[in-house]
Structure formats: C-alpha cells, structure tokens
C-alpha cells in the first residue's frame, strides 16, 4: 500500500462518530478522523494531518452516503467551526453520542453495562440563548473553523431568533473595519442585550445557554433529591449563579441550601436573581479550597457541577471527610466525569444510584452526564 501523508486522497468506510466530533474510519492500523462524515458511509477523503497512529482527513466525495445523512439544514456549516454534526439526522446524533458514552463505560470494570435511565432531549435548533459574534468590514458571525476570519452569516439555526434578528442593526451600529467582539443574549424578562468587547461570562459568570434542557436538567435534580428522601443541607457545588440551589428554593425545598463558586460575578448575579427573601448561603471560594470545610451528614446531599475540566483531585479526595452520603454529579464531559468517579473509586466505594444523558447542546458531540451516587 503506497504511504500515507498529507494530501493523500483514499476511500474510507466510516463506522461511527467520536468524541470532539469527527468520523472515524480504520486503515489498517491506522484510525482516520474524518470532519463532516455521518456514520455508516463511504468516502473519499483527504489527508490534512498525518501522526503515527492517526490521521485527520477532509471529506471530498460522498460515494455512499449514510442512510442519516441529510443536507445540512444551515448553509454555513461547511466553513462555521459551531456545529460538527448537522450532515446527519437528529436521532442519529443522540445514538452516536449513546454509543460513544457506552463504549467509554465499557472501558472502565465497574462502569461497563450499567443501565442508562433515559436520553432526555428536545428541540433540535434555536436552543442558544447567548452567543458570541464578531464583526469586521460589514461582516458578522462566527470564526471559521480553525482560523480567525469571519464566516460571514445571516442566520444561525441553532441561536434562538430573538437574537440572529439583530444581526442587521448590530452590523449598521458598528461599522468598523477592525475586529469587534460580543456577547448577545436575552435575559428572563426576553430583553435582549448586546454587551461589546465581552468575553464568555465574563460580566455575569457562567449561565446555561438552552432554556428548555436546563429546565429538564433542575427537573432531574429536583427529582433526585426527592428520590433520596434526604432533608438536611444542600449544597450547590460549582454553583454558577445558583441554577440549581435557587430553582430548588423556588420550589419550596425547605432544607438549608449552600451554594459555593468561585466567579464573584456569578454569586452577585445569583443574589440578585434570587431576591431578598432568599435564604440560600452563599459563599465565594475554589470548592476545592473549601471542601474540608463542609459540615454535612448523612442526610445531606452534594450537587457537583464542575466544567469541562472536572473536579480537582484536592476536592476528589475530600469528599469523603464532608459526611455526606448523596452526591448527585453532573457533567458536561463524560471524560473528566469518569476520570473523577476513578479517582473517587481509589478510596471509596460506591453505587451509581441513577444515571441519565441529556442533550444540551444538538449539532455537536457534546454530551451531559447526569449521576446520582450513594457512598458506601
Ligand atoms: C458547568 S458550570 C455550572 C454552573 C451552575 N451549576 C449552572 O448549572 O449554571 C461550572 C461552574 O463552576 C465554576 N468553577 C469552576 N471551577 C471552580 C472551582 N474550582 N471552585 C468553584 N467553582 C468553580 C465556574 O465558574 C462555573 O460557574
């Protein structure tokens, strides 16, 4: 077989999707990840990475398409970095991210078969309620994939409407030829705010972007909590703005609630959401710095939040010491999420009590693992 480098052109057959979004297809020994591929499809693609074991590639011809391949419902697609999986049915998209998360499990001894609860998802596009753009020379949108020019766009299929209608006047306010940057999104009251040269959370700390899957997600929550029967303190771990400590008061929840976070603007946003009256304890810190500080007991539950990089090792190896028994563990990465049930595995036994997937964010790989844990 000729040697393989970049700018090869082959014929592939990819299987199936993995996680950070491409297709993968095997040659021999060597696992090809194909960007814009659908599962279960002949290709001929082009080599654009070449290392030992693998390869990355661009599709150049659909020879025989995937019996889930679709037209891509948004026309930037091809050049927009956003979305990796829009050439392939929504369903589909929640299978391979299923078998993705079972083939993780399956890694791990007591991880492998455990049972799945449900998938909870739901509207496919205009799910974003915040996102950043840039504009330039009478361009606005998105950086293309892997690179720092505008793909230029009129629309974004997965931004709720509210806010891709303002592209136009935001175009007109500010004409300039340099880069600009900002953040767009509505608030609760439907407003929608424009805030120039801000980063993500930056002004108001981390909050969830899609309405309609963070409701489920607080359901589930709350769901878990009555499942535990539990009435002593809870504690809202990498808190944000309080999403789920304030939706549970809201709720009537009469146990005392703590929620911990290290953004500063996070905790000011989420006292001012939750008003007055609220009688959440707030508190500012790294959870990890804290968590030997945590006074709970066997009636207590620990909901932990972490970002994409997962819990610190610090906080792993403390939880035993809080007392609590319940841990409900939401995860945004099933990567990190495993690494930690690892580590916490390395000095404390456990039952995963209750575990369910939900899809925050369609037309990509992303995935969020919701777990509830009881400690031995
Ligand atoms: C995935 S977000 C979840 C926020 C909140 N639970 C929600 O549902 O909106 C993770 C949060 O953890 C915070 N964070 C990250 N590392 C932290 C740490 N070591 N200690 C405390 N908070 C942290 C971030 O600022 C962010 O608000």
Redesign the pocket.
């Known amino acids: 077989m000729e040697e393989i480098t970049k700018g090869s052109k082959l014929k592939v057959f990819v299987e199936k999707m993995s996680f950070g979004g491409a297709g993968i297809a095997r040659l021999d020994n060597l696992v090809i990840f194909v960007s814009g591929a659908a599962p279960q499809e002949n290709l001929l693609v082009e080599i654009t990475k070449k290392k030992k074991r693998f390869a990355e590639a661009k599709v150049l011809e659909v020879i025989s398409a995937s019996p889930f391949r679709r037209e891509t419902p948004c026309k930037y697609t091809d050049k927009c970095g956003a979305c990796q999986w829009q050439q392939f049915d929504y369903q589909e998209q929640k299978n391979q991210k299923e078998l993705i998360f079972h083939e993780m499990l399956d890694k791990v001894d007591f991880l492998r078969g455990i049972r799945i609860n449900s998938f909870l998802s739901g509207e496919e596009f205009r799910y974003r309620n915040r996102i950043q753009i840039r504009t330039k020379s009478k361009k606005i949108g998105f950086f293309k994939k892997a690179s720092n020019d505008i793909v230029n766009i009129k629309d974004c299929l997965i931004t709720e409407e509210k806010l891709t209608a303002q592209f136009n006047s935001i175009l007109k306010k500010y004409p300039s030829t340099k880069m600009q940057k900002f953040e767009l999104l509505y608030d609760k009251n439907d407003e929608v705010i424009l805030r120039k040269d801000k980063a993500h ?1 930056e002004e108001d ?4 972007v899609n309405n309609q899957m ?1 409701e489920q ?1 607080q359901n589930w929550v709350l769901q878990q909590i009555s499942d535990t029967s539990n009435n002593g303190k809870i504690y ?9 400590s304030r939706f549970l008061e809201n709720q009537g929840l009469e146990n005392s609630l703590f929620a ?4 500063e603007a ?1 905790i000011q946003r989420g006292k001012k959401l939750a008003g007055s009256e609220s009688k959440i304890e707030w508190l500012a ?5 804290v968590v030997k500080k945590i006074k709970a007991d066997e009636n207590s539950v620990l ?1 932990i ?3 994409r990089i997962g819990c ?1 090792e610090k ?1 792993i190896d403390s939880l035993k010491s809080t007392g609590a028994k319940d841990l409900i563990y ?1 995860s ?1 990465n099933p990567s990190t999420w495993i690494r930690d049930l690892q580590r916490l595995r390395e000095h404390r036994d456990f039952d995963i009590l209750s575990l369910d997937l939900l899809d925050m964010f369609p037309q990509t790989y992303h995935l969020e693992v919701l777990s509830r844990i009881r400690l031995k």
């Open positions: 959370g700390g981390f909050s969830q963070n997600m809202d771990l990498y808190a944000g703005n309080g999403n789920f911990i976070e290290f953004s996070a810190a790294k959870v990890e710095d909901i939040d972490p970002p610190d906080f939401i945004c």
